[in-house]
């Protein structure tokens, strides 16, 4: 275990489901990142949340709405997702701000949309 | 092009051999990241330098600012090195991403 804990590790969801993915730190740490993880392709920075204030959208597709309810806590709500949506979600935390920027990952929830 | 390249993309060496992963950026960045990524998917940060030299264990980190490029090197490998090793560098909250390097080591 890093420290950043997602649940579920592996989800399958039709294109009309509604789901949520969750994301858990307990480091300390000031602000938390959703990644996309597709076959053969860099990471893609999805949302920075920092002090809980979404700093960074980086044009995700409404279908993909974050929350974040406190600096321990995110959340990734899926709606009508595509089948071109599967792929591995990583959650990341880091302290900022303290002239810090270590990085701590999670284990990612696999996504496989049907 | 992504601002990131990594070299090789894959790479099988036998036990026991040195090996040297490389990464050239095109980008400013203010520090740049090694990360493992296992075949489970979770990702864990080996390293974040921003100049020098770094070493933990058999993992040596090295990047030249100038040239804009950075080495990860593993002496006396092991089969439990195998994994993705992904160059990342950052300025702010901006991430660039290499495409990761697949390492198979070979009892």
């Known amino acids: 275990e890093t420290g950043v804990t997602q649940t579920p590790r592996h989800l399958v969801m039709g294109m009309t489901n509604k789901k949520s993915l969750k994301c858990e730190q307990h480091?300390?740490?000031?602000?938390m990142y959703w990644y996309k993880q597709s076959a053969k392709k860099p990471l893609e920075l999805m949302f920075v949340?920092?002090?809980?204030?979404?700093?960074e959208n980086n044009s995700v597709p409404s279908r993909f709405s974050p929350e974040c309810p406190n600096s321990s806590h995110l959340f990734l709500h899926l709606h009508t997702l595509q089948p071109e949506d599967s792929a591995l979600y990583l959650c990341?935390?880091?302290?900022?701000?303290?002239?810090?920027?270590?990085?701590?990952f999670g284990s990612g929830t696999r996504l496989t949309v049907v | 092009k992504n601002e990131v390249e990594q070299s090789p993309q894959n790479l099988t060496a036998q036990e026991g051999e040195f090996i040297t992963i490389n990464c050239s950026y095109s980008?400013?960045?203010?520090?740049l990241h090694w990360l493992q990524q296992h075949p489970g998917g979770g990702i864990v940060s080996l390293f974040m330098?921003?100049?020098g030299k770094k070493k933990h264990g058999r993992l040596i980190a090295t990047i030249n600012i100038q040239e804009k490029h950075s080495s990860l090197h593993i002496t006396a490998s092991h089969p439990r090195d195998s994994a993705v090793y992904i160059c990342?560098?950052?300025?702010?909250?901006?991430?660039?991403f290499g495409t990761g390097t697949s390492l198979t080591v070979i009892p």
């Open positions: 990341a935390s880091s302290l900022q701000g303290q002239g810090s920027y270590g990085y701590t």
């Open positions: 990342a560098g950052h300025t702010g909250n901006q991430f660039y």
């Open positions: 330098l921003s100049s």
């Open positions: 480091l300390g740490h000031n602000a």
């Open positions: 980008v400013g960045i203010s520090a």
């Open positions: 949340y920092s002090l809980e204030e979404r700093v």
